[in-house]
């Protein structure tokens, strides 16, 4: 598919909880009380996150971005999706941040915009969260009377994070064993009866149908390396020859 050709949108796929490296913490609000440093933070997507997220579902070509000022001074950010052949946008906006305010502003609001599309809008359902204020922390901050701490942020809940993906389990000697010759059988089958086959035989690899001799003379160096390939090849030949390969033998 181009990269400009309009797609249908998985929207679900948008609201997607991200990896930890893809969330970053900001200090809303710190404080001292009798001696002890505070300090409340909350979560937020980054935007290089927002944007892959947007390229990988959406299509680097079916989704754009405006900022323009906003009524108070701020900067309005506008996301738009191509849905349908049309592009519908959605809008929200933040106030220019103290430090590299322009910047900040523009960050600020592309973040929210991205929420009215579902985009990291699980981190708004998050109650409010105290940082680990620690003379270790990895992060920086000041409370508001101007006092230095550091601080680590909070662990997200298990609802909050990606599910942990399940590792493959590994294939006993004795499997590896019986693969390797069922395959070996497969590329001997192919080799033997392949040229039998009639000069009209097809074969359908991924949906599209190829002559069957040419398409084994050319691809044979994937057919030696990927099983399923090679086991689509020996039923195109059975169908066109009528023999069978000898799966027991095998």
């Known amino acids: 598919m181009a990269q400009n050709e309009a797609k249908q949108i998985d929207f679900n796929a948008l609201r997607t909880v991200f990896d930890l490296e893809e969330i970053e913490w900001r200090i809303q609000q710190a404080g001292e009380t009798n001696g002890r440093v505070w300090a409340i933070c909350v979560p937020y997507v980054t935007n290089r996150a927002i944007q ?3 390229d990988d579902v959406v299509g680097p070509g079916n989704w754009k971005n405006y900022f323009r000022q906003g ?3 701020g900067v309005l950010c506008g996301i738009s999706l191509r849905i349908d052949g049309e592009w519908v946008t959605k809008w929200d906006g933040a106030e220019n ?3 590299e305010s322009v910047k900040g502003g523009l960050s600020a609001s592309m973040k929210r915009a991205a929420v009215q599309w579902g985009i990291g809008r ?3 359902a998050l109650e409010e969260s105290f940082a680990n204020v620690n003379d270790n922390g990895r992060f920086r901050s000041r409370t508001k009377d101007g006092k230095a701490f550091r601080w680590d942020p909070p662990p997200l809940p298990a609802w909050a994070l990606p599910k942990k993906k399940e590792k493959a389990p590994r294939a006993k000697a004795g499997d ?3 693969l ?8 001997e089958f192919i080799k033997v009866v392949g040229p039998r086959v009639e000069s009209d035989a097809r074969i359908e690899v991924e949906g599209k149908s190829h002559d069957l001799k040419e ?3 050319e691809n044979w160096a994937g057919i030696k390396e990927q099983i399923g390939l090679a086991r689509t090849v020996v039923a195109a030949i059975e169908a066109s020859t009528g023999i069978q390969f000898d799966r027991e033998a095998a």
């Open 71 to 73: 009524p108070d001074g």
């Open 122 to 124: 699980y981190l708004y």
């Open 176 to 178: 590896l064993e019986q």
């Open 215 to 217: 398409y084994v003379r």
């Open 97 to 99: 941040t103290e430090i």
């Open 52 to 54: 892959t997220r947007l």
């Open 180 to 187: 390797r010759r069922e395959w070996e059988a497969l590329l």
